[in-house]
Structures are given as structure tokens and as C-alpha cells.
């Protein structure tokens, strides 16, 4: 079998709404992840709310503002994508959980990431409208 590789380009307006579709929730994602560091009592209330133990905090805004940059990254941008899925995800299902509206919101986080990257990264382009 032989495989040709064809150069897909993405349009320039494309490219720049893509990155403004990714940078919208990464800075989101950032000022979610600095509140988790810093711990104000809201964020405390949150958790407990959530039914999550405060010790939680720290590690997962380390690792919110780790996928985040991850994501930034164009080189590593699909796997990035990949991890935020999974953060949000957890997000969805803890609110879900709590049979609270608030799940909304990381799922449209969610659709932003992947749009976002559609947008500026061929390869995502490439793979999604891949027809053969």
C-alpha cells in the first residue's frame, strides 16, 4: 500500500480564528488553575460543595494550567486537547453528578478546545473530514 502525503493548509483567517477560539478558554482554564493554587475561601467552598477534599486543590490546578500550556503548544496541541478532554469531562460528571446546570460549561470549554484546534491545526482538519 502506498500512502500519499498531501500538504493541507489551513487560510489564514482560519488560523488566526482558531487561536482566538484556543486562547478564549485557555485563559479560563489559566485563571481556574491560579485559583486552585492560591486556595481563596470561595474556591474552598467549592470544593467542599463538590464533595471533593480541599488537599485536592493544588494538584489539579497544577495539572489544569499543565494541560493548558500543553495544549498552547502547536507541537503537542492534539495531546493537550486529548488531556484538557479528560479534565473537562471529570468536570461534566462531577457537576452532573450533582444533577447541577453548571455542566454546561466545561462542555462548551470542551467544544472550544477541539474548535479551536480544528481551525488552526490541518492534521485535526485532516483526520475529521478524511471521507475515503
Not at 29 to 47: H, Q, T, Y
Not at 59 to 76: A, D, F, H, N, S
Not at 90 to 98: C, D, E, K, Q
Request: glycine share 10%.
Amino acid at each position: 500500500m502506498t500512502s500519499e502525503t498531501k500538504a493541507t493548509t489551513v487560510s489564514r483567517t482560519a488560523f488566526w480564528a482558531g487561536w482566538v477560539l484556543s486562547v478564549l478558554p485557555s485563559l479560563l482554564l489559566f485563571f481556574s488553575g491560579a485559583m486552585k493554587l492560591l486556595k481563596p475561601e470561595d474556591v474552598l467552598k467549592g470544593f467542599e460543595h463538590l464533595g471533593y477534599p480541599e488537599q485536592l486543590a493544588v494538584p489539579l490546578g497544577v495539572v489544569e494550567i499543565g494541560c493548558t500550556l500543553i495544549y498552547l503548544i502547536p507541537r503537542t496541541a492534539v495531546l493537550g486537547a486529548i488531556l484538557l478532554t479528560g479534565y473537562l469531562g471529570g468536570a461534566v460528571a462531577t457537576h452532573a453528578r450533582l444533577m447541577e446546570p453548571q455542566f454546561a460549561a466545561p462542555t462548551i470549554l470542551g467544544m472550544l478546545v477541539w474548535g479551536g484546534l480544528f481551525l488552526r491545526d490541518p492534521r485535526i482538519r485532516e483526520v475529521i473530514l478524511n471521507r475515503r
